[in-house]
């Protein structure tokens, strides 16, 4: 089967950078994505690695690492509204069948 | 263009009642999905539907049917709903085999006394 592990929660001051990590275990590795969800909102899409290497995306980076099994999140010149949960999530296998980290509960701070 | 649209927004159910949550996207989405999220969790996959006429279970399929009625929809099911089926479901979609961008409808509140 699939696991995913990342931190439960973490805490950045506004406008510093903050590192959200996740390592896996799957079979059949599809890809690593990551997902913003605010307090009783939706999950919505922040970025997708297939590949080794980061992608970057306005202040929003994500890298992979799939010798390691590993990737993060970055999230640079933190504002407040970034305070939100983060899950990362692996497809795997020969359809698309997604499994969710349990998620990152970022607080931002003055 | 709507997205991916779910009705109802809440409900509360007694046990042993039956309901259906509808999913709706207009993006023209290969496949669908259906989500529960309990407090603090992620999200578990209940079934999937890689494309239409097609359905799989998920992570925790036991208690629910669903039905892809056509390429749009995307029907979860509670035959006999039970107090561990309260959670929020949501429905998502995504078009492209092998990337993971899924895009989620807002969700359907659910408690079940």
């Known amino acids: 089967g699939q696991s995913l592990e990342q931190p439960s929660e973490v805490t950045a001051v506004e406008g510093a950078i903050v590192q959200i990590n996740c390592t896996y275990q799957t079979s059949g590795f599809y890809g690593l994505s990551w997902y913003q969800q605010h307090d009783g909102g939706a999950p919505t899409f922040l970025s997708y690695?297939?590949?080794?290497g980061l992608e970057e995306t306005g202040r929003f980076s994500s890298f992979l690492s799939r010798s390691d099994s590993y990737g993060y999140l970055l999230l640079q010149e933190l504002q407040m509204k970034d305070s939100a949960s983060y899950f990362c999530?692996?497809?795997?296998?020969?359809?698309?069948?997604?499994?969710f980290g349990t998620g990152t509960k970022l607080q931002v701070i003055p | 263009n709507a997205g991916v649209t779910q009705t109802p927004k809440f409900q509360v159910l007694k046990t042993g009642q039956s309901m259906t949550l509808q999913c709706a996207q207009d993006?023209?989405?290969?496949?669908m999905y259906w989500y529960r999220q309990d407090p603090g969790m992620g999200l578990r996959l209940i079934y999937y539907s890689a494309s239409e006429g097609t359905t799989d279970k998920g992570e925790v399929p036991n208690g629910y049917n669903v039905s892809r009625l056509n390429k749009r929809e995307f029907s979860l099911r509670l035959e006999s709903a039970a107090p561990s089926q309260t959670s929020v479901y949501f429905c998502?979609?995504?078009?492209?085999?092998?990337?993971?961008?899924?895009?989620f409808g807002p969700g359907t509140r659910l408690t079940v006394l």
């Open positions: 998502a979609s995504n078009i492209k085999r092998g990337h993971n961008e899924q895009f």
């Open positions: 690695n297939a590949l080794d």
């Open positions: 999530a692996v497809g795997s296998g020969g359809y698309q069948k997604v499994t």
């Open positions: 993006m023209n989405h290969n496949s």
